[in-house]
């Protein structure tokens, strides 16, 4: 099937898009810290102990999700803000070599209430001239973390349940790849998108901004989701710090989605069911040929120890 060209990114390339203060991209991290931002380095913690930027506190990815990339409640991700010495009034730099993970730590970072929050472009694991080790996690809370949430910007799946109803019903981004938009690669229980969606894959979306391009809605503000919470968050702060687009986030993503079959979906596909692995059983006509072997196998042993039992007791009397 032929795919419409107008979906292959869902946004145009030229309108200029309003950046916000509180929450952008930014390509030098000397500004930032000479004006005292905290940085918070997402990257594993063994290389964040290594060496990092100046007073970087380690803040692992896999320090905010829960088994099977869930998201933990914000209850855990606002103690876990606090553990690193952070209470939500400070401006915060957050670094780290691999980009989703990077911006999945500062969208959860700027959704969890942050003041200010900024994502260093660049890669700085090779930027020795600030080598210092970073500072893990405390056992306990340095901070309690006083920041209201940004509520306004969390989309939950009753929301997109009542909001899909609406008219018109809200603009939708998805930054899966587009095999996935399509239903032709699936990874959660059935293939699809949310209905009315467009797809913008977050690879072509973060390679448009590395070339220079401005990446802009086509109207008004968008609800944008991709596979799971870490994909979502990450392609939120992809667009909203990244490109400047009003965007909101369904965490939950297409995989929270498509495990609820009763709820609407576009392009639905669902992969054949993996056939469970059992013993093969032999026909029924073969069992029998085998209880009959056994069966006569059996009483023969028992005939040769009755018979030599027999003489043994003869020679004996």
Known sequence: MRRPAALAL?????????????????????????AGAVVVDSRPLALCQKGSLKGARCLPASDLLGPHRRLPNLFDIRWALGAIGLNGTETVLVAGD???????VAGLLYLAGQREVAVLRAPFGRDSSHAAPGIGRSLTRESIYQAPARDELWRLRGDMVSQLKDTPPPALIDGRSESEFWGETVRAARGGRLPGAESAPAATVRAALARGETVGPRTGEAVVYAHDPFDGIAFFTLLRAGAGIAARVYPGGWAEWAADGSLPADAATYP???????????????????YL????????LFGIAGYYLGRRRARNA
């Open 10 to 34: 869902g946004f145009a390339l030229s309108v200029p898009a309003a950046h916000a203060s509180d929450f952008s991209y930014v390509r030098d991290a000397a500004p930032r810290l000479d």
């Open 98 to 104: 691999e980009p989703t993970a990077r911006d999945f």
């Open 272 to 290: 054949d069911r993996v056939a469970a692995i059992t013993a093969v059983k032999p026909p029924a006509t073969a069992s029998r040929g085998i």
């Open 293 to 300: 072997f056994a069966g006569l196998t059996l009483a023969a």
